[in-house]
């Protein structure tokens, strides 16, 4: 698959996942398999205000994968000034995010409200596309709501403005990440344009992915919640649609040293304060089904330290091997 000029040579991209996506999953992801990353979205506003936080997102100079940056924004005008400012990072792609559910988004006319008014959205991408020499990409709802299934429509406009690729969530704005994703609105978007299109949500397994790609003909699937706490699922689908290979989720004492890892990078990057609290979202992914993880669930949640997380490692791992027939 080619986004402009930029190949990428894999199954599975990583969504741009807010509060999620930073260096540190983006790394671990692809250091897994992931043949494509989207960094999480900042604020046009943001940006042009000089805000720091903002600046910080799109920071993906030492990045040692393929990664985008996302902005935000419903201003043709803010988003060409933003986009202008992202370039001061060398980003390899500009994604635009048109699907964001966050009230705090939506409210404002960005996100998934510009599913509302496919004209502006056509105007915000033909502004930033004008503005920058590398490909921009665009991230979409199905529409807004049931009675506004417009993704069709907001995908050729979006073409029609410049984009070098589209990434289609299939579902609404009111669905947010329920039910079942609608798979047929992907396969509409793709029938409908002639560039790449990015199928995402529901991507839990690798059958969930062949799915995709089956059902859709997308030149790519994207992965978000999937991921969260199981990076190693990126490895399973290049393993599965590359070699029809089944890899099991690893072990328990594998899934904690993975998880070290991704929460030293973590404290590496933000330092040990920020690193350890927001380690403990991704600490309670990693253990999720693990045998005590109930119980240790109080102490995930006041962790403040990587030896305090390393000791509940080695309970998971010890717990894992102990119940062993």
Known sequence: MKIGNITIDGYAALAPMAGVADRAMREICAAHGAC????EMASAKGLVMSDRKSEQLLDVKDDRYLCAVQLFGCEPEIMARAAEKA???????????????????AKTGCGSA???????AGEVVRAVVRTVNVPVTVKIRSG????????????????????????????????????????????????????PVIGNGDIFTPRDAADMYEQTGCDLVMVGRGALGRPWLFAQINAWLGHQRVIPDPPVSERMRIMLEHVEKLCAYKGDRVGMREARKHAAWYMKGIRGAASMRREIGELTSLDQLRALAYRAAAGADAARP
Not at 36 to 39: E, I, K, L, P, Q
Not at 114 to 120: C, D, E, I, S
């Open 36 to 39: 494509y990353t989207v960094g």
């Open 114 to 120: 510009l599913m509302k008014t496919p004209k502006r």
């Open 144 to 195: 807004w709501n049931l009675d506004s299934i417009n993704a069709v429509e907001v995908a050729k406009i979006c073409e029609d403005a410049g984009a070098a690729a589209i990434a289609v969530h299939g579902r609404t704005r009111e669905q947010m990440y329920a039910p079942p994703v609608n798979i047929d609105i992907i396969r509409q978007v793709k029938e409908a344009v002639r560039i």
């Open 87 to 105: 370039m001061q990072f060398d980003p390899p792609i500009i994604d635009i995010n048109m699907g964001c559910p966050a009230p705090k988004v």
